[in-house]
């Protein structure tokens, strides 16, 4: 274990992080498992049909981010031929597709019945979030650990395909759904002392068609971040960039729903936008929503994640403070490779805003509230800034901070009715960032019990779950988490069956891996030192 101490600047850091992804980098093929159920005859088929592959993942709260490179995809019919999905690498984040999807790629591919995948992945990693507790005058640390693969082993990486997969019609689409809990194997977020931790990655993915999720509502596009590359206001289409990279046209209609702009003539090349999507019947995506949270281009940076800290000031008194892990990142930071996986801002000026995904607040039975003095670690929230550069030598100032939609997996202990809602108390895991932060000692917002969290459901919520919510029961529930006098409450826009810790297969040998560790000093500042650990050469 070699271990070296730096400022706490982020340009080091994701310079660091940069490097050692490329000198680890490679590649692997991987071959997956074919269903057991014997397939129909390859007849009655003819002509190409347009295939959308959607990414999405199945997750606990265990890890704030999960990452690989798909270097390619490709299908197998049952006569052995074999066609391309994928030619050109993609690298994407599924943390942050946990209950929903995002498209990877479109391709036209023979109509037939296809039973197998094959698939190559390079860089592969997870990043976990802990706290270690304060010991006598020492404030203890708060550790962002990162663990990958340079390149991972054929036998740790599998896809099934639950059943054949029958390609026809002039389009259909495929979700390819990485099973998360099942894909890491950790011991511990962080081993003290400086110890390497024994991990495995072992990507776990399933493949199906997207009718084949609750009649294709099993993987809303929602809440997908982009930039706009260019537009057209005469046929109402849409270039965008998604944060995770990939290139899409939108089209958009008179049902359409703009937030924080008035409408399409509104918005301009530059602009980020928060959307939802959804795949028309000729293979098209159809924007539903477009939100605006920041209107202004220049020096627009963006940064989508959790809230890990909060302070009352940074170094220079310039007010009050939050640490921002950030699954994805957009904008003039990430084109000029200074945006950090952790970025600080300073938010003594800045806009809190609540998301509009959710239409139904003011009838909730508390009053939802979002601004500085409520701000909690482990909301989930969207950042902007026009800083010129990370840090001069202040943190930047965020612009807006939106609350956003997130997926909580936890047990079920008890219902009540309370208006017009079923209120579930909700039993969180203890790796969790709510419990797990809720130690700081330097934080704006206390939680009274950080364990718990009631969710709120109604006849709006999109209920995709096929097991009942009864005391007892596991789920994912998706929505905008509020901090409410202490009490965390949830109003619940999707439900998803709950995720059982299944740890993958444990390591079988170093596979050119590497960890990477963040170490954040509690103080009455944050990032107030940072020390990186990775194994020797």
Request: proline content about 6%; overall charge negative.
């Given at each position: 274990m070699t271990?070296r101490?730096f400022s706490s600047?982020?340009?080091?850091?994701?310079?660091?992080?940069a490097l050692?992804v490329?000198?680890?980098a490679?590649f692997?093929t991987?071959?997956?498992g074919c269903?057991?159920?014997?397939?129909?005859a390859?007849t009655?088929f003819g002509?190409?049909?347009?295939v959308t592959?959607?990414?999405s993942?199945t997750?606990?709260?265990?890890?704030?981010?999960?990452?690989?490179?798909?270097?390619?995809?490709?299908?197998?019919?049952?006569?052995?031929?074999?066609?391309?999905?994928?030619?050109?690498?993609?690298?994407?984040?599924?943390?942050?597709l946990?209950?929903?999807s995002e498209?990877?790629?479109?391709a036209?591919?023979?109509q037939?019945?296809y039973?197998s995948?094959?698939?190559?992945?390079?860089?592969?990693?997870?990043t976990?979030?802990t706290d270690i507790?304060p010991a006598?005058s020492?404030?203890?640390?708060?550790?962002?650990?990162?663990y990958a693969?340079g390149a991972?082993p054929?036998?740790q990486?599998?896809?099934t395909?639950p059943?054949a997969i029958?390609?026809t019609?002039?389009?259909?689409?495929?979700?390819l759904d990485l099973a998360?809990s099942?894909s890491?194997n950790?011991g511990?977020c962080y081993?003290?002392?400086?110890g390497l931790?024994p991990?495995?990655?072992?990507p776990?993915?399933?493949m199906?068609?997207?009718?084949?999720?609750?009649?294709?509502?099993g993987y809303?596009e929602?809440?997908?971040i982009?930039?706009v590359?260019?537009?057209d206001n005469?046929?109402?289409?849409?270039?965008?960039?998604?944060a995770?990279?990939q290139q899409?046209?939108?089209?958009?209609n008179?049902?359409?729903?703009f937030?924080g702009?008035s409408?399409l003539s509104a918005?301009?090349?530059g602009?980020?936008i928060?959307?939802?999507?959804v795949i028309?019947?000729?293979g098209?995506?159809?924007?539903?929503?477009?939100a605006?949270?920041?209107?202004?281009t220049?020096?627009l940076?963006?940064?989508?994640g959790?809230?890990i800290?909060t302070?009352?000031?940074?170094?220079?008194g310039n007010?009050p403070?939050a640490?921002f892990f950030g699954s994805q990142?957009?904008?003039?930071f990430?084109?000029?490779?200074?945006a950090?996986?952790a970025m600080?801002f300073i938010l003594?000026a800045?806009?809190?805003?609540?998301?509009?995904?959710?239409?139904?607040?003011?009838?909730?039975?508390?009053?939802?509230s979002?601004?500085?003095?409520?701000?909690?670690?482990?909301?989930?929230?969207?950042?902007t800034t026009h800083?010129?550069?990370p840090?001069?030598p202040d943190?930047?100032?965020?612009?807006?901070?939106?609350?956003?939609p997130?997926t909580?997996?936890?047990?079920?202990?008890g219902s009540s009715?309370?208006?017009g809602f079923?209120?579930y108390a909700?039993a969180l895991a203890?790796?969790?960032l709510?419990?797990?932060?809720?130690?700081?000692?330097v934080?704006t917002a206390v939680l009274?019990?950080?364990?718990?969290m009631?969710?709120?459901?109604d006849t709006?919520t999109?209920?995709l779950n096929?097991?009942?919510?009864?005391t007892?029961?596991?789920g994912r529930?998706?929505g905008?988490?509020f901090?409410?006098?202490?009490?965390?409450?949830?109003?619940?826009?999707?439900?998803?069956?709950?995720?059982?810790?299944?740890?993958?297969?444990?390591?079988t040998?170093?596979?050119?891996?590497?960890?990477?560790e963040?170490?954040?000093r509690k103080s009455?500042q944050?990032m107030h030192?940072l020390?990186v650990k990775w194994?020797a050469?």
């Amino acid at each position: 274990m070699t271990e070296r101490a730096f400022s706490s600047g982020a340009h080091s850091s994701s310079l660091l992080f940069a490097l050692l992804v490329f000198a680890l980098a490679g590649f692997i093929t991987f071959t997956t498992g074919c269903s057991t159920s014997k397939p129909p005859a390859q007849t009655g088929f003819g002509g190409n049909t347009t295939v959308t592959v959607l990414l999405s993942s199945t997750a606990n709260d265990q890890f704030s981010a999960f990452g690989l490179t798909i270097n390619s995809l490709s299908l197998t019919n049952r006569l052995g031929n074999t066609v391309s999905l994928l030619t050109n690498p993609q690298g994407a984040e599924f943390m942050h597709l946990n209950g929903l999807s995002e498209p990877l790629v479109s391709a036209s591919i023979p109509q037939g019945i296809y039973t197998s995948a094959t698939a190559t992945i390079g860089y592969a990693y997870f990043t976990c979030v802990t706290d270690i507790p304060p010991a006598g005058s020492d404030p203890g640390n708060l550790v962002l650990a990162t663990y990958a693969y340079g390149a991972t082993p054929d036998s740790q990486v599998s896809v099934t395909l639950p059943s054949a997969i029958t390609v026809t019609g002039s389009n259909m689409g495929l979700v390819l759904d990485l099973a998360v809990s099942q894909s890491a194997n950790i011991g511990s977020c962080y081993v003290p002392n400086g110890g390497l931790n024994p991990y495995a990655i072992n990507p776990t993915f399933s493949m199906e068609p997207l009718s084949a999720g609750k009649g294709g509502q099993g993987y809303p596009e929602s809440n997908l971040i982009a930039e706009v590359s260019s537009l057209d206001n005469a046929s109402g289409s849409i270039d965008v960039t998604l944060a995770d990279g990939q290139q899409l046209s939108v089209a958009t209609n008179n049902s359409t729903a703009f937030q924080g702009i008035s409408g399409l003539s509104a918005l301009a090349t530059g602009m980020i936008i928060n959307f939802d999507i959804v795949i028309q019947s000729d293979g098209t995506q159809l924007a539903t929503r477009i939100a605006v949270p920041d209107t202004n281009t220049i020096d627009l940076s963006v940064l989508a994640g959790t809230v890990i800290q909060t302070g009352p000031s940074d170094p220079f008194g310039n007010g009050p403070t939050a640490l921002f892990f950030g699954s994805q990142q957009q904008g003039f930071f990430s084109e000029n490779e200074e945006a950090a996986e952790a970025m600080p801002f300073i938010l003594s000026a800045t806009n809190f805003q609540i998301s509009d995904t959710v239409s139904h607040l003011s009838t909730l039975p508390f009053v939802p509230s979002f601004n500085n003095t409520t701000l909690v670690n482990g909301e989930s929230a969207y950042v902007t800034t026009h800083a010129p550069q990370p840090f001069d030598p202040d943190y930047p100032a965020a612009s807006t901070v939106t609350l956003e939609p997130q997926t909580i997996d936890g047990t079920i202990t008890g219902s009540s009715n309370a208006g017009g809602f079923t209120a579930y108390a909700i039993a969180l895991a203890a790796y969790d960032l709510f419990p797990t932060l809720a130690v700081e000692p330097v934080q704006t917002a206390v939680l009274t019990n950080a364990n718990e969290m009631f969710v709120y459901v109604d006849t709006n919520t999109k209920q995709l779950n096929s097991n009942p919510l009864v005391t007892g029961s596991a789920g994912r529930f998706r929505g905008l988490v509020f901090n409410d006098n202490g009490i965390l409450r949830m109003d619940c826009v999707q439900v998803n069956d709950g995720v059982s810790v299944t740890a993958a297969a444990a390591p079988t040998g170093e596979a050119a891996n590497v960890r990477i560790e963040r170490n954040f000093r509690k103080s009455g500042q944050i990032m107030h030192a940072l020390t990186v650990k990775w194994p020797a050469d």
